[in-house]
């Protein structure tokens, strides 16, 4: 997440409600629901068997979480509903993961790291997923949901602002893979050394937070960090709709615009505009999502290499 986002607005991806309702005044608890493949993967996670003990402890994290900064992907817990996993393109992933000695997995505005925890869970190396967020308190409170610590899971972390040359350059799309040796994920302190490298990368409830120009500069850094080789994909989810346009809501008692896309302007975004026109497969698709009596729309895409 991004200090932009923080400036202007300052949301996530389940921002997008119904005019008749606002996220400030639903109950922090009120949305706590799992699923019974979410019980079971986070009662594995966290050693936590109780059902009313992991219920207990999933809310001292979120109000600890809001304090932090209230988005409402937190409010709504939004955080637990492994999205990566329930993807299409979920199988491919985790394939890529065996398949390439080094594929990397870049989990972009991880947040409490939960999707990247989850594809480790299903196979993907621990040793080659690459976490980064805006806000590192953020990624430490992860430990907490999950009760690890960084030596018990060492997890690679690259705290930074996207938009810093210094964390995240825009480069071309690379032809060929890299010449140099793959960097020691371990060290990283910026995400430029992963340039050509990352198999995957996935951007959940991320590029609606910034502005048009921002989105296309984000997009083409993203393209610059993909890996040649035909398959690899950036995939993700965020706020939609039925046309590209300005959508205005209420967030923390003031109202907020961010740009949304359709599936067909954010498909030209990537094909014929970061990317040469079909040197990638673009698959975006809209559909409505209600959590808690707040209904939003959302894109789900992936951009696959061919």
């Excluded at 346009?245 to 740009?259: A, K, S, V």
Aim: proline share 7%; net charge negative.
């Amino acid at each position: 997440m991004d200090t932009q986002s923080l400036t202007g607005y300052a949301g996530a991806g389940d921002l997008k409600i119904s005019p008749v309702v606002n996220p400030d005044i639903v109950p922090l608890a009120a949305a706590y629901e799992l699923s019974p493949e979410q019980a079971t993967f986070f009662k594995a996670q966290t050693g936590v068997d109780d059902d009313d003990n992991l219920r207990c402890h999933m809310l001292k994290v979120q109000e600890k979480a809001y304090d932090i900064f209230p988005y409402p992907c937190i409010r709504s817990f939004t955080f637990l509903q492994l999205g990566m996993s329930t993807l299409p393109e979920y199988a491919h992933i985790l394939n890529l993961g065996q398949e390439r000695v080094d594929g990397i997995l870049l989990d972009m505005g991880c947040c409490f790291g939960v999707d990247s925890r989850k594809a480790v869970a299903d196979g993907f190396p621990l040793k080659n997923v690459v976490t980064t967020d805006l806000i590192k308190e953020f990624f430490d409170m992860g430990h907490a949901l999950f009760n690890t610590t960084p030596a018990t899971y060492p997890i690679n972390f690259v705290p930074g602002d996207v938009f810093n040359p210094n964390m995240l350059q825009v480069v071309p799309p690379f032809d060929k893979p890299p010449a140099t040796e793959k960097p020691e994920l371990s060290t990283l302190t910026s995400l430029n050394p992963l340039a050509g490298r990352c198999a995957v990368i996935y951007a959940a409830n991320f590029f609606h937070l910034f502005s048009e120009e921002n989105q296309l500069q984000l997009a083409r850094a993203l393209a610059g960090l993909l890996s040649p080789e035909p398959g690899s994909m950036i995939c993700g989810e965020h706020a939609g709709g039925l046309q590209k346009g300005i959508l205005r809501r209420q967030f923390t008692g003031r109202e907020c615009d961010m740009l949304i896309h359709c599936p067909e302007s954010w498909n030209a975004i990537w094909d014929g505009g970061v990317f040469a026109k079909g040197k990638v497969r673009v698959d975006a698709r809209f559909d409505q999502v209600e959590r808690i009596g707040l209904a939003y729309n959302r894109l789900r895409w992936s951009v696959v290499r061919l």
